[in-house]
C-alpha cells in the first residue's frame, strides 16, 4: 500500500514536471525595443498585458533613446551582428528601405490584418514586394496653442510663420512685463536630428520650396523659397524660442510648454493627451490647429511620421513575435493606443470610433491632416536616406545657430546631395 502511494506521488511529479517543462518549452519571453518618448513604457504594458494572457507568452520592454537618429544608429548595430536577443523592432516609417533585409516578410501573416489600414501606410512599409513591419500608429503634428493667453492678449490663432512669428513676440512680450518671466513663444525640435529635418521640411515645404528630393529623385532644396523659410526660422532661437531650443527634441519642447512656459509648441498627437493629463499645467488651456503656411504660399505642411514593428530574422521565437506584432497592429491595440496615448490610429475604420472621437477630440480631426502628410524623401534616396537626412538637417542647424547664411548652407548641401546621388542611392 505504502510503496503504491509512493510510486503514484512519483508519477505524479514526473507528470508535473513534464508538464511544467513543456509548457515552458511553449510560453516565449519576447524582448521589444522600442525609444522611450512621452509614456510609451506605461502605454506599451498596459496594451501587451491582454496579449500576454491569452497566449501565455510575455513580454519585456527594452527602453531606447528618445531620438530615432540614435535607436537607428543602435539598431542597425545589432542588426548587422545578427542579435538573436532582440525579437521585434520598433520602428519608424522612414527606416523601412534601409532595413528591409534585417527583418522577416510579414505579407503571409498579415492578409487579413493589412486591408484594415490605410493603403499608403501598407506601402510606406513595403519594400520590393516584402512587407517589412506593421503599423502601430501613424503621426502628423500640429500647432499647439494656448486659448487663454491669446484670448488675454487679444490676439488670432495665426495661419501664417509670419504672423506666428508676430503673435509669439507680442504675447512673450506682455506676459513678461506683467512678471511672467519664464514664458517663451513658441518651442519646437531644433536638435540636429531627425526631429529637425522634419520641423525643416515643414517650413520648406509650406513656403513653397519643395521636399528636399522630390519623389522623382531631383534636388530641390536650393531654392529661393526655402532659403527665405530658414531665415525666417533663423530669426527665432533667442527672441521667440529658447537659446536652447537648438537642442531641444519633442519632449524638451513638451517639458516647457507642459509647464505652462509657452504660447505656441509644435509637436505630434502624442503631446495631446499628456497635455491633458492632471499633472499638466495646460490642462484644459489649449487646443490645436495645422501648421501655418508661409512666404505666401496658401498650403501648409505636415511632416509624416509614424511607428510599426518589426520582427527581426534572428529571432529564436519568431511565432510568438509575430502573434505580437499581429497583436499590435491590430484594432484592440490599436484602440487602446489611441484611447490612452492619443496616437494616431492606422486603422482606418477607428477614425469612426465613437470612444476616441469623445476622449480623443483630436483624433477624427486629424484624420486629413494625416491623409495629406507631406513624406521625407526615404522612398526616393532609398538606403541613402539617413545620410541625405543627416545633410539636411545640419545645414538647417547651421543656419539657425548662424554658422552660415541660408543662401550658403543650401547651396553646400545641394552640391552634397548631388555627389550622394552620383555615387548611387
Ligand atoms: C516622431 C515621428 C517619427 C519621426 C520622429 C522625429 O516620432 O513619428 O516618424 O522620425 O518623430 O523625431
Redesign the pocket.
Known sequence: MKSLKLISIRSFLATLILSIGGSMASAAELRYVS?A?GNAIEVFQTLVKPWEEATGHSVTLVPMPA??TDQFGQYRLWLAAGNADIDLYQT???WAPQLADQFIDLTEHAQDLSPLHFPSIIESQTVDGKLVALPIFT?APALYYRKDLLEKHGQPVPSTWEQLTEVAQIVQDAERSEGNDDIWGFVW?GNA???L??DALEWVKSFGGGQIVEPDGTISINNPQAIAALELASTWPGTISPPGVLAY??EEARGVWQTGNAVFMRN?PYAYSLGNGDDSAVKGLFDVTTLPTGGGHDTSAA?????NVAVSKYSENQEAAISLARYLAGPEAQKTRTLVASNLPTIISLYEDEDIAREQPIIPRWKDVFLQAVPRPSAPTKIKYNEVSAKFWSAVHNTLSGDGSAAENLELLEFELEELKGSGW
Open positions: 525609444g518618448v531620438s530615432t519608424d516609417v522612414i503621426d525640435q536630428y531627425e526631429g529635418t522634419c527634441q519633442e505630434w511632416t509624416l511620421g509614424g511607428w
